[in-house]
């Protein structure tokens, strides 16, 4: 039910989901997805974030310590050999869409605040001018792929500009083929899991 949510959000968007195509693409009964989900996508949804988030984790945690600002790097750096997956875009529908429900969004809310700390390594309220706009710039490159002109190969030529003029730590360098390493792991393991 996870994959079919995960297609359904990053192909189609948040408005074409619903519990009877989440059924379809699973070829399973309404029924069975409320024993399992008893209040519909008010508890999918929030596990299936939870379970996107926990992966992360678990690829960055992979990597050893990191400063937040580090992993920020990280992140944009990776993201010129491959852009946002379709789990990363499933979940900005979500958060998206919780926006105009008042319900989801308390259901979501701490889940998403936790993929700050967790992921991230950054805490509620930090004001640190460059970590905010690293989050600006790794948020706006997300939003790009929901673009009808996206391009994965103009991607990666704008984050390499943007890049070329920030002060990329040291450290970072060195392991960003780390990091593209364990995304696509991360991924192939995903796929074979589905």
């Not at 920020?72 to 852009?83: A, D, E, K, N, T």
């Amino acid at each position: 039910m996870f994959h079919a949510t995960e297609t359904i959000l990053s192909r189609e968007g948040y408005a074409a989901w619903s519990e009877e195509y989440v059924c379809e693409l699973c070829e399973c009964s309404r029924g069975a997805l409320r024993y399992q989900f008893p209040n519909g996508k008010y508890d999918l949804l929030p596990a299936f974030l939870e379970t996107v988030i926990a992966q992360d984790a678990r690829m960055v945690e992979s990597l050893g310590e990191l400063k937040p600002v580090e992993r920020m790097y990280l992140f944009l750096l990776s993201m010129r050999f491959r852009p946002p997956s379709p789990a990363t875009r499933a979940l900005l529908e979500i958060s998206m869409a919780a926006r105009g429900d008042a319900k989801l969004f308390e259901l979501i809310e701490p889940v998403i605040e936790s993929a700050n700390a967790r992921v991230l390594g950054i805490s509620t309220g930090v004001t640190d001018p460059e970590m905010i706009a690293l989050r600006c710039i790794l948020h706006g490159a997300s939003m790009y792929s929901f673009q009808k002109d996206f391009s994965p190969e103009r991607l990666s030529q704008s984050l390499g500009w943007i890049l070329e003029q920030l002060p990329i730590p040291p450290a970072v360098a060195a392991r960003t083929a780390e990091m593209v390493r364990v995304r696509r792991e991360v991924s192939e393991a995903e796929v074979k899991n589905r």
